[in-house]
T-cell receptor
Framework: EPEVTQTPSHQVTQMGQEVILRCVPISNHLYFYWYRQILGQKVEFLVSFYNNEISEKSEIFDDQFSVERPDGSNFTLKIRSTKLEDSAMYFC????????????FGDGTRLSIL | QKEVEQDPGPLSVPEGAIVSLNCTYSNSAFQYFMWYRQYSRKGPELLMYTYSSGNKEDGRFTAQVDKSSKYISLFIRDSQPSDSATYLCAMVAGTYKYIFGTGTRLKVLA
């Protein structure tokens, strides 16, 4: 069964450094998403991406965050200057279309900021 | 009032029991309702998705939506130790942003 893959599984970074999290969505999916889950808290929406542009973003997704689809298969989340509070699990998801079509999630990247 | 509320548990049941997991919500614009299972250090795995009120069955799992009461349920029949995980409800109002519950931690005892 096709799946969303994320790399790396664990990223340790010094505060203030830039980090890029990578995702390969399911190949025939057109909509891509990033969510985060701080330890012990619920999964929270960050951003959705379609047709090479952001379609929706949350208040968490400020100027320090950016997303990109650099080629036909990868989808990335960049955090420009990491803060301690960015430590979380980051999940990538994809879907065939928006709304009613279900989003399929990867296993996440655990980001630890020191 | 939180947009989506879910009892965090933990919920412990003996193997073979019927498990009932629930979420309530406040936003009447939600149209699609999902249940995900999340094992430790893994991503959410889609179990069920439903549109509007009614029941949907898939194997041992039944999802139920009652829009008039703003209440959704997931039933697991003949529960197995391998069902031990955190179960997340999620909802969407037709855009892109899923709103998740906090998750209910389930433990099925052999």
């Amino acid at each position: 069964e096709p799946e969303v893959t994320q790399t790396p599984s664990h990223q340790v970074t010094q505060m203030g450094q830039e980090v890029i999290l990578r995702c390969v969505p399911i190949s025939n999916h057109l909509y891509f998403y990033w969510y985060r889950q701080i330890l012990g808290q619920k999964v929270e929406f960050l951003v959705s991406f379609y047709n090479n542009e952001i379609s929706e973003k949350s208040e968490i997704f400020d100027d320090q965050f950016s997303v990109e689809r650099p080629d036909g298969s990868n989808f990335t989340l960049k955090i420009r200057s990491t803060k301690l509070e960015d430590s979380a699990m980051y999940f990538c998801a994809s879907s065939e279309s928006r709304g009613g079509q279900p989003q399929h999630f990867g296993d996440g990247t655990r980001l630890s900021i020191l | 009032q939180k947009e989506v509320e879910q009892d965090p548990g933990p919920l412990s049941v003996p193997e073979g029991a019927i498990v009932s997991l629930n979420c309530t919500y406040s936003n009447s614009a939600f149209q699609y309702f999902m249940w995900y299972r999340q094992y430790s250090r893994k991503g959410p795995e889609l179990l069920m998705y439903t549109y509007s009120s009614g029941n949907k069955e898939d194997g041992r799992f039944t999802a139920q939506v009652d829009k008039s009461s703003k209440y959704i349920s997931l039933f697991i029949r003949d529960s197995q130790p391998s069902d031990s995980a955190t179960y997340l409800c999620a909802m969407v109002a037709g855009t892109y942003k899923y709103i998740f519950g906090t998750g209910t931690r389930l433990k099925v005892l052999a």
